[in-house]
């Protein structure tokens, strides 16, 4: 049996930990949360002990893993106490807001031979794992060139909440719902960011709303460019005051050197020698993916599964957040390659 916790139990931790109890040989054993209300309802929901410091959840209750739904700036202390402890690690996205402190879990994850998982869930969602496959098997050639956006009636939603409040979420729509895009856009591609440079407008709040990088990134391995990997240029656009809600509008186009696949949220296009065809992969439900994430945390603790979402990406995407954040401000382009070495 795999005793499960969760840290941090709003409306998104309590639904995290109902799909986790509702998997064979999962019992989740308690939560904590510094909100009444929400102790009281997952106390409601799920009939375990609730506690109002997380350290005193995992002093008295027998924790294996650990599914930590907090504001993103409380992550890595939360998430450090518990890999000290030999507890496994479910991270909802950002991984962290430091990059420093990215590299330490990682650190720490990797000396207690633990799992460290971040969720972003598009790994396992059929739309995204296509257009990584039309890539991957070469339909476009060499990729080059990338132009990808995602917009969503964000900061009307959020204003006066925790997440335009930089101490506790680090930042705002780039590393709220941006978030996912960033993931999206390394991981199709299989690459890692290089350098970036930014503009940034809060449109008068404390925190970003829209966000325009350019970013350059490098293919992994295969055998050009400085780092060993060919080169792509990409632009990057996310605007925490646009039209979609609750789920953002989004788009993704790669040109390669043999053609192009663009996503525009439902259909993916593949334009290869002087052929286009079409497809329309599954568009699964919150749930699902959700439930598809948890599930293989739980599968690649136990060692039946290779991790799908794991903490290296969760390290480049704050990597390339954080840089982007530091070339707005400086109106530089930053080296995001140096911030993936340890210092």
Not at 241 to 256: H, K, V, Y
Request: overall charge negative.
């Amino acid at each position: 049996m795999l005793n499960v916790a969760g840290v941090g139990v709003g409306a998104l931790g309590r639904f995290e930990l109902r799909l986790l109890s509702e998997m064979d040989g999962v019992d989740v054993v308690g939560a904590a949360d510094p909100s009444p209300e929400a102790r009281e309802a997952v106390t409601a929901e799920l009939d375990v002990p609730a506690y109002e410091n997380y350290r005193d959840l995992l002093d008295s209750e027998p924790v294996d893993a650990a599914c930590v739904v907090t504001p993103h700036t409380r992550h890595y202390e939360q998430a450090r106490e518990c890999l000290d402890r030999g507890v496994h690690v479910h991270l909802e996205k950002p991984m962290v807001t430091d990059v420093d402190h990215a590299h330490d879990l990682i650190d720490r994850a990797d000396s207690r031979e633990l799992v460290l998982a971040v969720g972003y869930q598009r790994h396992l969602d059929p739309r995204f794992r296509e257009i990584r496959r039309v890539v991957d098997e070469g339909r476009i050639g060499e990729p080059h060139m990338v132009s990808c956006f995602l917009e969503q009636a964000w900061i009307e939603v959020t204003r006066g909440r925790w997440r335009t409040d930089p101490a506790l979420s680090g930042g705002g729509q780039l590393y709220d719902s941006g978030s996912h895009l960033l993931d999206s856009l390394l991981w199709t591609t299989r690459s890692v960011p290089v350098s970036v440079a930014a503009t940034v407008d809060r449109l008068g709040n404390a925190v970003d709303v829209n966000s325009a990088l350019a970013v350059t990134l490098e293919r992994e391995g295969d055998g050009r460019g400085p780092g060993g990997g060919a080169k792509i240029t990409a632009s990057v656009g996310v605007s925490g005051d646009g039209q979609s809600t609750p789920e953002p509008g989004e788009g993704f186009q790669i040109w390669g050197t043999e053609g192009s696949v663009s996503f525009d949220g439902e259909t993916i296009e593949v334009a290869s020698d002087g052929i286009t065809y079409t497809s329309t992969p599954e568009i699964p439900s919150f749930e699902a993916l959700t439930r598809r994430k948890l599930a293989n945390f739980v599968d690649a603790v136990r060692g039946e599964a290779e991790l799908e979402i794991s903490a290296e990406d969760g390290l480049r995407v704050t990597a390339l957040t954080e840089a982007a954040y530091e070339a707005a401000e400086r109106g530089v382009t930053v080296n995001v390659r140096e911030l993936l070495t340890p210092t």
